[in-house]
């Protein structure tokens, strides 16, 4: 299988198991290699205006779910330097001017599934109306 995270993606939304089940194996593995690249990859497809909205709104599940239920990788995010989460938060905070609804309801729900690390009184530039 390809180590292309859009092709991942796609196949982890597959219709049949044996193809989904593979693409989950992946998503995994890759999480558990070097957890911080493979939220980098998830951060960058989700963010890409030119990626299907299907796999954007994937990413951002994936991202909230591994940083707040799985407790070996929310250990790993919630330890991670400044600069790394950092560069996570302000890609899926950029992620909320999406054109896609969809995108920007799934980077939000990221967000506040995440209010672990993502404390939004440091960021006094966001308005909410």
Do not use: C
Not at 59 to 85: G, H, Q, R, V
Not at 110 to 121: M, R
């Amino acid at each position: 299988m390809d180590t292309n995270i859009s092709v991942i993606l796609s196949e982890a939304r597959n219709y049949q198991p044996e193809i989904r089940k593979k693409a989950e194996g992946i998503l995994e593995n890759l999480a558990k290699q070097d957890f911080f690249e493979f939220l980098k990859q998830l951060v960058t497809e989700l963010s890409d205006e030119e990626k299907s909205k299907e796999n954007r709104q994937l990413a951002a599940t994936i991202i909230k779910n591994m940083i707040t239920y799985m407790d070996s990788l929310k250990n790993i995010w919630l330890n991670f330097p400044e600069e790394k989460s950092n560069f996570i938060k302000n890609a899926i905070l950029s992620t909320l001017a999406s054109k896609v609804k969809d995108v920007r309801r799934a980077a939000g729900h990221t967000i506040a599934g995440n209010n672990l690390k993502f404390k939004l009184k440091d960021y006094a530039g966001l308005k909410f109306h």
